[in-house]
């Protein structure tokens, strides 16, 4: 069982630049970052596999968002840069053992956290 922990949402301007924090009791192969609208399927934004350091990003957030992750204290940031008011979501920190391609999809992902809103006006 893996308890996951956000934090870091908040409301700004599009444009502008925002971190979330998700820390997790226990190891996990994998960590990743999702995303859901109101009325939208849950979607991934980025995801890391711990033991090779590969990270993966749809083409929606490439090169605007990036996964890291701090082994010392179990957790892992998304910092968001030029964000825009399409990026408006609950974002949700996820952790499970996936594979390959498995990483885009949400049914692949074990644990959840309880989600962290980010906001961003025009």
């Known amino acids: 069982q893996v308890q996951l922990v956000e934090s870091g949402g908040g409301s700004v301007q599009a444009g502008e630049s925002l971190t979330l924090s998700c820390t997790a009791s226990t190891y996990s192969y994998a960590l990743g970052w999702f995303r859901q609208a109101p009325g939208k399927e849950r979607e991934a934004v980025a995801s890391?596999?711990?033991?090779?350091?590969?990270?993966h990003y749809p083409d929606s957030v490439n090169g605007r968002f990036a996964i890291s992750l701090n082994n010392a204290n179990n957790t892992v940031y998304l910092q968001m840069n030029s964000l825009k008011p399409e990026d408006t979501a609950t974002y949700y920190c996820?952790?499970?053992?996936?594979?390959?391609?498995?990483?885009?999809?949400?049914?692949?992902?074990?644990?959840w956290g309880q989600g962290t809103q980010v906001t961003v006006s025009s």
């Open positions: 996820a952790a499970g053992t996936v594979y390959g391609s498995e990483w885009s999809s949400a049914r692949y992902w074990n644990y």
């Open positions: 890391i596999y711990r033991a090779s350091g590969e990270t």
